[in-house]
C-alpha cells in the first residue's frame, strides 16, 4: 500500500555534502516512520537514520551521527537524508523504508539510490 521513491544520490566528493530524498506514496500511517539504510557490495545492510511521522528524537547510526541528519516533510510525505562531510565509506546504495508501527520491521522499500563519495 505504500510505495517508495529515493533520489539525489550521486558523485561527490569527501567532506562534500549530499541530500536524498524519499517520498511516500499511498497509504501511510502517523503512527508509522521512515528510514534510511545503506548497503555497499560485500558488506551488510546498514540502518543509517530513522524518524517517526509524529516527531521525537530521530534514529542515527553512530557512523553517521554527528554528519548525518534525517528530517521529514509531513504534507508532502518526504523524507530526507542531509549527508554532509561524506567519506568514501559512506558509498553504498542507499534505500528508504517504510513502517507502520515503530514496533514494527520496516515493510516498505525504495529501490534505492546510488551514493559515491570519491577520496
Known amino acids: 500500500q505504500v510505495q517508495l521513491v529515493e533520489f539525489g544520490g550521486g558523485l561527490v566528493q569527501a567532506g562534500g555534502s549530499l541530500t536524498l530524498s524519499c517520498v511516500a506514496s499511498g497509504r501511510t500511517f502517523s503512527s508509522g516512520g521512515m528510514g534510511w539504510f545503506r548497503q555497499a557490495p560485500g558488506k551488510e545492510r546498514e540502518y543509517v537514520a530513522g524518524?517517526?511521522?509524529?516527531?521525537?528524537?530521530?534514529y542515527y547510526a553512530d557512523s553517521v551521527k554527528g554528519r548525518f541528519t534525517i528530517s521529514r516533510d509531513n504534507a508532502k510525505n518526504t523524507v530526507y537524508l542531509q549527508m554532509n562531510s561524506l567519506k568514501p565509506e559512506d558509498t553504498a546504495v542507499y534505500y528508504c523504508?517504510?513502517?507502520?508501527?515503530?514496533?514494527?520491521?520496516?515493510?516498505?522499500w525504495g529501490q534505492g539510490t546510488q551514493v559515491t563519495v570519491s577520496s
Open positions: 523504508a517504510a513502517r507502520t508501527s515503530p514496533v514494527l520491521k520496516y515493510q516498505y
Open positions: 524518524i517517526l511521522w509524529s516527531g521525537g528524537t530521530p
